[in-house]
């Protein structure tokens, strides 16, 4: 039902089954399933029960008073969050699905849309990964297509993604996998 690995000295990553958890609290409402399994997920990645989950304007969760930077994501069954000690940080876990197909014109730029073409499972690691990028930037006003760039390639699972908005650019190197009919994108470093 949950699975917490230690990526690097900095970072966790938390995957929390809600069916599961669904089961076992007896939690049925999405959004009561989807908090509880945050806060669940987020005290076993703390190893304490002792904090507070808030949100900015933006909708950027935080943990007031306290250094960590996170990211949650959740999709269908599937809750995933990101414990950075170091820095600004996010993820995004997407269940793979042919309504990609239906949007892919509104957040690939050229070189994305010709390397993708339509491979489901592509367009959803890029999806993941320009949503990746929008929950580190943690403000609204950008744009998937105009704004983030994704380096992806089939040959490895660790790839680069680039925001850049007026005078702001960072670039980041992230990380793919698949987890059943799930794509899980999570940033590593800005470099």
């Known amino acids: 039902m949950v699975e917490i690995r230690d990526i690097n000295p900095h970072l966790k990553l938390g995957i929390l089954d809600l069916e599961g958890f669904s089961q076992s609290k007896s939690i049925y409402q999405k959004r009561d399933l989807e908090k509880a399994g945050a806060k669940f997920l987020l005290a076993i990645l703390l190893k304490t029960d002792d904090f507070e989950l808030e949100y900015t304007?933006?909708?950027?969760?935080?943990?007031?008073?306290?250094?960590?930077?996170?990211?949650?994501?959740?999709?269908?069954?599937?809750?995933?969050?990101?414990?950075?000690?170091k820095q600004n940080t996010g993820v995004d876990i997407e269940l793979v699905r042919e309504k990609i197909l239906n949007i892919k014109r509104k957040f690939l730029n050229d070189t994305?849309?010709?390397?993708?073409?339509?491979?489901?499972?592509?367009?959803?690691?890029?999806?993941?990964?320009?949503?990746?990028?929008?929950?580190?930037?943690?403000?609204?006003?950008?744009?998937?297509?105009?704004?983030?760039?994704?380096?992806?390639n089939n040959k490895t699972n660790t790839f680069f993604g680039t925001i850049q908005q007026h005078t702001f650019t960072k670039r980041y190197q992230l990380q793919k996998e698949k987890l059943q009919n799930y794509c899980l994108v999570y940033a590593l470093d800005e470099i």
């Open 57 to 85: 304007p933006a909708n950027k969760p935080y943990l007031k008073n306290r250094t960590e930077h996170i990211s949650i994501s959740h999709s269908h069954n599937k809750l995933a969050i990101v414990l950075n000690t």
């Open 112 to 152: 994305e849309s010709a390397f993708a073409k339509d491979n489901i499972e592509t367009l959803t690691f890029i999806w993941a990964a320009k949503e990746t990028l929008y929950k580190i930037y943690g403000l609204k006003g950008l744009d998937f297509k105009l704004h983030l760039s994704i380096e992806i």
